[in-house]
T-cell receptor, first 111, second 117 residues
Framework: GNSVTQMEGPVTLSEEAFLTINCTYT??????LFWYVQYPGEGLQLLLK?????DKGSNKGFEATYRKETTSFHLEKGSVQVSDSAVYFC??????????FGTGTSLTVIP | DGGITQSPKYLFRKEGQNVTLSCEQN?????MYWYRQDPGQGLRLIYY???????QKGDIAEGYSVSREKKESFPLTVTSAQKNPTAFYLC????????????????FGSGTQLSVL
């Protein structure tokens, strides 16, 4: 079956630090991969996505590369800001019918 | 502005009571979803619908019911059979386009926090 495993949090970083949030997946076919972000008290927003192997999704300084050989889609940002504090969810979809989400990783960035 | 509106933002349920959470979208999306979010857990699918007057159970449908009488509306009822209803409920929608690249983005509402009195 399909599933997503992401690193447990919470993660606390100082401003301008480097961020990595690990995500690995299990899928029966060729899924699309996503990172969603949830700010306090709000719904989720799509941060970035990749639809095939070796694709790199990027947005707002965040990047993630679809690695089929390691079944991974790790989220990275070179220099985090206080405004990046949120919960980050890795997700996959096969043919867009159902979406499978990881448990979420809480990030707090301190000044 | 187009988007998804969930109401109310906070809801309290008394024991034995049914409550209904509203979800309305003006994005002209065909598919709509209800997810439950518990602390430390990912999103779990309750129900989804891809067309008016049709819907399917997700992973945790027991104790919940839905209807899809209009394309823009997908209300969720938490029945008295749901013994542990306290959670954050998220509604989402997406377009069902022909192209794979155009129909995989989920749009979320801002959620409803349901608590038991």
């Amino acid at each position: 079956g399909n599933s997503v495993t992401q690193m447990e949090g919470p993660v606390t970083l100082s401003e301008e630090a480097f961020l990595t949030i690990n995500c690995t997946y299990t899928a029966t076919g060729y899924p699309s991969l996503f990172w969603y972000v949830q700010y306090p008290g709000e719904g989720l927003q799509l941060l970035l996505k990749a639809t095939k192997a070796d694709d790199k999704g990027s947005n707002k300084g965040f990047e993630a590369t679809y690695r089929k050989e390691t079944t991974s889609f790790h989220l990275e940002k070179g220099s985090v800001q206080v405004s990046d504090s949120a919960v980050y969810f890795c997700a996959l979809s096969e043919a867009g019918n159902q979406f499978y989400f990881g448990t979420g990783t809480s990030l707090t960035v301190i000044p | 502005d187009g988007g998804i509106t969930q109401s109310p933002k906070y809801l309290f349920r008394k024991e034995g009571q049914n409550v209904t959470l509203s979800c309305e979208q003006n994005l002209n999306h065909d598919a709509m979803y209800w997810y439950r979010q518990d602390p430390g857990q990912g999103l779990r699918l309750i129900y989804y619908s891809q067309i008016v007057n049709d819907f399917q159970k997700g992973d945790i449908a027991e104790g919940y019911s839905v209807s899809r009488e209009k394309k823009e509306s997908f209300p969720l009822t938490v029945t008295s059979a749901q013994k542990n209803p306290t959670a954050f409920y998220l509604c989402a929608s997406r377009a069902l386009g022909r192209g794979r690249l155009t129909n995989e983005k989920l749009f979320f509402g801002s959620g409803t926090q349901l608590s038991v009195l």
